[in-house]
């Protein structure tokens, strides 16, 4: 599965005080698309833990489109766009299933660590086949995802 869809219905608890969705709800989706994409290509977290090997974070970056609001629809998607010997950049985008306009646009620079030491070891090639990358930005994924 190359490109993961995964829908959120905007609860009372993901509004801020302006009554829109806060940003530290954003990184809490991304996270939780992340780790869903992964157990759905085979990399549930019990297998990193097999491995006594996974992913930390050492830069997110969103760039923010509209506002969302209480009991908005949004669908979530995310992809892997790069690998290196010892990281991998993943994609996110964020829209309103009902409108279909682009509320946000996010990515994450992922470490692959020992769980043991904390230092970077090489992704395995298996974790790599596993998830395909898409040489796409968010925009043109929202675009061909709302067609």
Known sequence: MNIYTQQITVGQDDIDMQHRVSNL??????????VAHSAVCGWPMERYESLGQGWVVRQH?????R???????ITAATWIASYASRRSLRRYAFWNAKEKALLAEAETQWVFIDMTSGKPVSVPD???????????DAPGVFRRLCV
């Open 61 to 65: 970056t969103i760039t923010y489109k």
């Open 25 to 34: 709800r954003y990184v809490a989706w991304m996270q939780d698309v992340a």
């Open 67 to 73: 506002p969302a609001f209480l009991g908005d629809v």
């Open 126 to 136: 298996e974790l790599q086949d596993s998830f395909p990358i898409v040489d796409e």
